[in-house]
């Protein structure tokens, strides 16, 4: 499997800021996605990060809110921007399409964001 | 269009008995189907999957799991339940030849309690 490391690994943020979050990958990888889990809740795609060019959001997650960065094959970013409280989630990366994996996605250990 | 349906959000088992997650799938394709494990304050692991290659599906930590087309279901069964088991249990599933990035589609969840 894939080793996928995300940074912060968790904040404490304050109302109406930003908060970038971190997701690299040990090797390349074809697809690497967002995904956001509320508490107690499950996980909803928020995006997928396309390298070199603009990420695919899904319904109801917008650019503003949710800029993500694909420089290259191995890292991605994901700002959430001008935070309110119900952004209080778990935020996950996750990698696909790594040789010999097929569709198989592999998850990092998800960045745990507190808004006050 | 896809979907997945986790009959219980909570199951509780004794140390030793066996465990059944339960989990019915609709997809207009041919599915890949997960399982996914949370273990608190951790990432989401892969437990297992199916891609249309033998239907019962051996996974990690005595874990498996049998497609069914008939019943539309892939349930999640343990012999022998650990107390290093209790956590929180997905069912994923994914439809093939979408033409789209590897889109999951999470259920809500499955809460697994082991007591002494």
């Known amino acids: 499997s894939a080793v996928i490391s995300q940074k912060p690994s968790r904040d404490i943020c304050q109302r109406g800021t930003s908060l970038t979050i971190q997701c690299q990958v040990d090797?390349?990888?074809?697809?690497m996605f967002w995904y956001r889990q509320q508490p107690g809740q499950s996980l909803t795609l928020i995006a997928t990060?396309?390298?070199?060019?603009?990420?695919?959001?899904e319904s109801g997650f917008v650019i503003d809110k949710f800029p993500i960065s694909r420089p290259n094959l191995t890292f991605s970013t994901l700002t959430v921007s001008n935070m309110s409280p119900e952004d209080s989630s778990i935020y996950l990366c996750?990698?696909?399409?790594?040789?010999?994996?097929?569709?198989?996605?592999?998850f990092g250990p998800g960045t745990r964001l507190t808004v006050l | 269009a896809q979907s997945v349906t986790q009959l219980d959000s909570h199951v509780s088992v004794s140390e030793g008995t066996p465990v059944l997650l339960r989990c019915n799938y609709s997809?207009?394709?041919?599915?890949?189907l997960f399982w996914y494990v949370q273990h608190p304050n951790k990432g989401l692991q892969l437990l297992l999957k199916?891609?249309?290659?033998?239907?019962l599906v051996k996974g990690i930590n005595g874990f498996e799991a049998e497609f069914k087309k008939s019943e539309t279901s892939f349930h999640l069964t343990k012999p022998s339940a650990h107390m290093s088991d209790a956590a929180e249990y997905f069912c994923?599933?994914?439809?093939?030849?979408?033409?789209?990035?590897?889109?999951?589609?999470f259920g809500t969840g499955t809460r697994l309690q082991v007591t002494l």
């Open positions: 996750s990698v696909g399409g790594r040789q010999g994996a097929g569709d198989t996605q592999y």
């Open positions: 090797s390349q990888v074809t697809m």
């Open positions: 990060a396309n390298q070199g060019s603009e990420a695919t959001y």
């Open positions: 997809s207009s394709y041919s599915p890949s």
């Open positions: 199916y891609t249309s290659a033998a239907t």
């Open positions: 994923v599933v994914r439809a093939k030849g979408t033409g789209t990035a590897s889109k999951l589609t």
